[in-house]
């Protein structure tokens, strides 16, 4: 998907601006009258290589906001504020997924995972969501389908509740935005909105003949 | 008053966490000077490992826009996102959002670099790419690292999520920056 995208963008503006070399004008009183020239190709060319410049200078840019972040996130890691962090959003998580017994070790991987991404720590929060797949999948008696707790968790996840984006505000920082931080309020708004539409998309559908649990694993637990 | 709200939430979040974590970390008696610096090697790691990402999505971008397609696309799409309140600009993120993490960065790096870090475009394309994910990405890992293949109503209700946080994103632009 992204190699289509990618070689569209790319691509398709080396060819529009190939085709506008031609000078095509078709406004003018002769009807089509053309001067070709090699300008908006050169122009093109010139701005291939300022767009990869400035790729650069943006992550030299970025080093020092993330280095700071990093730094006291393994400070918040040492001390356990994230563990208490995360005990915090338990009672919470306990609700949502009704099928997760509150003291097995999925209910504990899921808590960290979403309090690491509460954080806006996607490197920690991805190993431990792939712990939290592998003890939901033990709870799961269809093994190639995902249960109601899988789906509730992956749209959790996806939604992406966030409460400090470091890496947006380090990206602006680094561009010597006024106030790089200035988004955060914006971000916890526009983030609580589509978690809640995630979490009664999810309830909802899950309802929803289409959508309902193959029939194997009760007939499987009864037995 | 909403945007008083909204902008003091803003501003006073980082200072408090940084007081937070530091405090804390003292008071539990962790090295803090030494665990912070540990952290913060890594920083450099997380820049570097992203400069391959951004040249290509920027320069991919870049070629798109210098040449006038860009342009030509909103052109084409801007009777339904103005519609929303969403400017042309705004549009590559809007797609490229759930399909790439690194390529929304790169579309967010390039609207911060073209329009200025204080533009709406920049500000609306880095709030919704704080408050959505890459939702085609984690689901294909997560699912795929425990062989679930029926996913049932997860792809459904994140991309209806995900609707909801681009739409929230714009609304909330115009109300707080518009």
Not at chain 1, 55 to 60: D, K
Not at chain 1, 172 to 200: C, D, H, K, Q, Y
Not at chain 2, 152 to 167: F, K, N, Y
């Amino acid at each position: 998907m992204i190699n289509t995208i990618w070689i569209v963008l790319m691509a398709g503006g080396i060819l529009v601006a190939g085709f506008q070399c031609l000078g095509l004008d078709y406004s003018s009183a002769q009807g089509l009258v053309m001067t070709p020239s090699f300008v908006p190709l050169t122009e093109l060319t010139k701005g291939l290589f300022d767009s990869a410049k400035a790729a650069v200078n943006l992550a030299m840019g970025l080093i020092g906001i993330m280095a700071l972040w990093l730094g006291l996130m393994k400070i918040a890691e040492e001390s356990g504020l994230v563990n208490l962090f995360a005990r915090a959003v338990r009672p919470l998580l306990v609700r949502l997924f009704p099928e997760v017994p509150p003291d097995h070790p999925a209910m504990g991987a899921m808590v960290m995972n979403i309090a690491a991404n509460m954080l806006g720590l996607g490197n920690a929060a991805t190993p431990l969501g792939l712990k939290a797949m592998q003890e939901l999948q033990k709870l799961n008696k269809v093994k190639d389908t995902a249960t109601n707790a899988m789906a509730t968790f992956m749209a959790l996840n996806t939604s992406s509740v966030t409460f400090i984006p470091a890496t947006v505000i380090g990206i602006r920082a680094a561009a010597n935005a006024s106030n790089p931080a200035e988004i955060i309020g914006p971000v916890i708004l526009a983030t609580g909105v589509s978690t809640t539409v995630a979490i009664i998309a999810i309830k909802t559908l899950q309802k929803l003949p289409k959508y309902r649990m193959p029939a194997v694993a009760q007939e499987g637990e009864e037995v | 008053m909403f945007q008083g709200v909204i902008n003091g939430v803003s501003a006073i979040a980082i200072p408090v966490l940084i007081l937070a974590i530091v405090g804390h970390g003292w008071y539990k008696k962790v090295k803090v000077y030494e665990v912070f610096t540990e952290g913060a090697k890594e920083g450099f790691n997380v820049a570097i490992r992203i400069i391959p990402f951004l040249v290509a999505i920027l320069v991919a971008i870049g070629s798109f826009r210098a040449s006038g397609a860009l342009d030509l696309l909103t052109g084409l799409l801007s009777p339904l996102t103005s519609w929303i309140g969403m400017p042309g600009e705004v549009i590559p993120m809007a797609l490229m959002r759930p399909l790439s993490g690194s390529g929304a960065m790169g579309i967010v790096s390039e609207l911060i670099n073209t329009y200025g870090p204080d533009s709406i475009p920049a500000r609306m394309a880095a709030i919704m790419e704080g408050s959505t994910e890459t939702t085609f990405y984690i689901l294909a890992v997560y699912f795929g690292s425990v062989g679930v293949k029926k996913t049932r109503h997860a792809l459904p209700a994140a991309l209806l999520a995900d609707l909801a946080g681009i739409i929230a994103a714009v609304v909330v632009t115009q109300m707080v920056f518009g």
